[in-house]
């Protein structure tokens, strides 16, 4: 029987080892996306529209905010990125991934997030983006559409008797998410994808940094 030398075994290990790294897929910049455990750029990958449904639950007066903040994402990547469809009759709200992507105004949130405003769920595969999922905390929160008299959400005030509350951009809120919903992650600065957003804040415009992540994608 042939008996291969340790130098042997070594040289085929070394030659293995180069084979698997060239297989590998190539680490890119993160361009402020999220990243996969190769360093690629979480995306969808497809030129197709990106279906998503406003569920039932968001208020009617609130759903104009998720149309402009479409928008805003589609002006600064140069096409139609959303297929936007409203609900018209009341289905349950998913606890998971039902092979939809929705919006969903929730009544209720986890006793131990109160401060979190809102939640993107994105489930992935390889690079691309699969299903996505925005829950609004409207439980905690409220919201206004334009007009920050109009205010809707606080769930938890309204039981407790409170009437006083701040108020939040629901569409500052929603650019902030379906950035998110792209594969976008929080950044820390002047950006819609800034980790808080403060009340009566509108910050519905794309800073510089946003327009540059979001053309390493999208563009």
Not at 46 to 59: Q, Y
Not at 142 to 157: A, E, F, K, M, R
Not at 173 to 184: I, K, P, Q
Request: charged share 20%; hydrophobic share 35%; glycine share 6%.
């Amino acid at each position: 029987m042939y008996k291969l030398k340790k130098n042997s075994y070594l040289i085929i290990l070394l030659i293995f080892a180069a084979f698997l790294n060239s297989c590998s897929p190539k680490a890119q910049n993160d361009c402020g996306f999220v990243q996969n455990i190769y360093g690629q750029r979480i995306s969808w990958k497809t030129t197709s529209a990106i279906k998503l449904i406003i569920h039932n639950s968001v208020p009617v007066e609130l759903r104009p905010a998720v149309f402009r903040a479409a928008a805003t994402w589609e002006q600064q990547i140069g096409h139609k990125v959303f297929e936007i469809s409203e609900e018209s009759t009341l289905t349950p709200i998913p606890s998971g991934r039902d092979h939809k992507n929705g919006i969903y105004f929730l009544s209720e949130w986890e006793s131990d997030r109160t401060s979190e405003q809102g939640r993107t769920s994105v489930y992935w595969a390889g690079d691309q983006i699969q299903e996505a999922d925005i829950r609004i905390n409207a439980f905690d929160f409220s919201y206004y559409d334009l007009n920050p008299q109009l205010l809707v959400g606080s769930y938890s005030l309204k039981k407790s008797g409170k009437v006083s509350v701040d108020g939040y951009s629901f569409e500052a809120l929603l650019l902030h998410e379906m950035g998110h919903l792209l594969g976008l992650k929080h950044r820390d600065g002047s950006t819609v994808m800034a980790t808080q957003l403060a009340a009566y804040t509108d910050r519905t415009q794309l800073a510089a940094s946003d327009q540059q992540s979001i053309s390493c994608e999208y563009k």
